[in-house]
């Protein structure tokens, strides 16, 4: 059963900076397409940022330039570096592995970032 758990979520002021943290279970982070995705009060989950297991990356275009997916394959964990917050980045983030031909999609339980004065 893959287990992957979110971390480093809180309270930030416009303009700062947090960095989320998802480990995984097992090797799956070198082999599994792993995303992160957020959701805000009354709105459907929407894609952040992924990273495929070569390394490619795809970001929203709401925070291209401002957060960066990167992962470490021995330590099974990927980051979300997140720069230059908005209040609109206010959100529940979810920690996302995919492997879409074997039909494999496996999501964290998610951690809080506020963005606010």
């Known amino acids: 059963q893959v287990q992957l758990v979110e971390s480093g979520g809180g309270l930030v002021q416009p303009g700062g900076s947090l960095r989320l943290s998802c480990a995984a279970s097992g090797s799956i982070v070198s082999r599994y397409a792993m995303g992160w995705y957020r959701q805000a009060p009354g709105k459907q989950r929407q894609l952040v940022a992924t990273?495929?297991?070569?390394?490619?990356?795809n970001y929203a275009d709401s925070v291209k330039d401002r957060f960066t997916i990167s992962k470490d394959n021995a330590k099974n964990t990927v980051y979300l570096q997140m720069n230059s917050l908005r209040p609109e980045d206010t959100a529940v983030y979810y920690c996302?592995?995919?492997?879409?031909?074997?039909?494999?999609?496996?999501w964290g339980q998610g951690t809080q970032v506020t963005v606010s004065s």
């Open positions: 990273i495929t297991s070569g390394g490619n990356t």
């Open positions: 996302n592995a995919r492997w879409v031909l074997l039909g494999y999609d496996y």
